[in-house]
């Protein structure tokens, strides 16, 4: 497959942030990925603005259930946020590129600090279906990275370093936030498949046995591209059916988006609790 070129790039970023910057002169600080089952958070959110997805140029557009596919603009917990009311997947068709390409224009756009949720599966068995997660690393295993092909010097290196890819200050603010409101809330690592196909019995035992907490299909090519251009991260994760080999039921999309409909409040609550103390 051939790779766009720097120039390419840059012009479909340049005309995506025009489109944006006609639409609303709102500038947030804080960009939010709302993931699956989870956009209920954007009813806290002040909106001033919401862009769908399929009127900006070269954006993707959801194709998944439950992911409205908008930006919305305006004021969460005091400060300026745009949230993703739905995000992209691999699995869809999207590119590394396409899925990281919203990050890429809201960081032109003004924002600083990316917040991105997920829902997934649980593999540690002290978690529980409904439980929260705050994603202290990743393991990227999609077999694809949105930095392949030429790299734009405008928006980092060549070999950016991803020793911390999720901002400890934001976790310590994170696990603060949880405490003081009484939400039991667990600290571990993501790890990223492409699906759309669950895990089989014996994948879920080599996941856990090489470091995963979790499993899911998103959040790792938006975090790398953010991380790329410097941004500061926080993600929090969502369990939303148990993992476990010896005890695995089939999945029911149902009891997902219930156990994430369970576990939401507890998410925004930590969002905007962290939101309030920066």
């Known amino acids: 497959m051939q790779r766009e070129t720097v120039k390419e790039f840059r012009n479909k970023r340049h005309e995506a942030l025009s489109y944006i910057q006609e ?12 993931g699956t089952g989870l956009g209920h958070l954007a009813d806290k959110i002040e909106v001033k603005d919401a862009i769908s997805y399929a009127d900006i140029p070269h954006f993707p557009v959801s194709t998944v259930e439950s992911h409205a596919g ?17 995000r992209f997947h691999y699995y869809e068709g999207y590119s ?17 600090m990316l917040i991105v949720s997920n829902a997934c599966g649980g593999m540690n068995t002290n978690y529980q279906r409904g439980d929260i997660m705050l994603i202290k690393d990743h393991i990227n295993m999609l077999g ?26 934001l976790q310590n603010l994170a696990e603060e936030v949880a405490l003081k409101n009484e939400i039991k809330m667990h600290k571990g690592v993501y790890l990223a498949l492409s699906g759309p196909t669950m895990e089989t019995k014996a994948e879920y035992r080599f996941l856990r046995m090489i470091g995963a907490d979790v499993v899911g299909m998103s959040t790792v090519p ?9 941004m500061d991260v926080l993600g929090i994760s969502v369990i ?10 089939p999945i029911d999309i149902e009891k997902v988006l219930k156990a994430a409909g369970m576990a939401e409040p507890k998410m925004s609550k930590v969002i905007m609790g962290v939101l309030e103390q920066l």
């Not at 899925?99 to 224009?105: D, H, K, L, N, S």
């Not at 939303?240 to 039921?249: G, N, Q, R, S, V």
Request: net charge negative.
């Open 144 to 169: 694809d990275n949105p930095l392949i092909g030429p790299n734009d010097e405008e928006l980092g290196p060549r070999f950016p370093d991803m020793s911390e890819p999720y901002t400890e200050s």
């Open 23 to 34: 639409q609303t002169d709102h500038r947030p600080d804080y960009l939010i990925i709302l």
């Open 96 to 112: 590394m590129q396409q899925i990281a390409f919203p990050v890429r224009v809201i960081k032109a756009l003004s924002a600083e």
């Open 240 to 249: 939303t059916d148990e993992c476990f080999p010896d005890a695995l039921e």
């Open 70 to 86: 908008q930006l919305l603009f305006g004021k969460l917990s005091g400060k300026n946020v745009v949230a993703m009311q739905g």
């Open 222 to 230: 938006e975090v790398i591209s953010a991380v790329h251009m410097g």
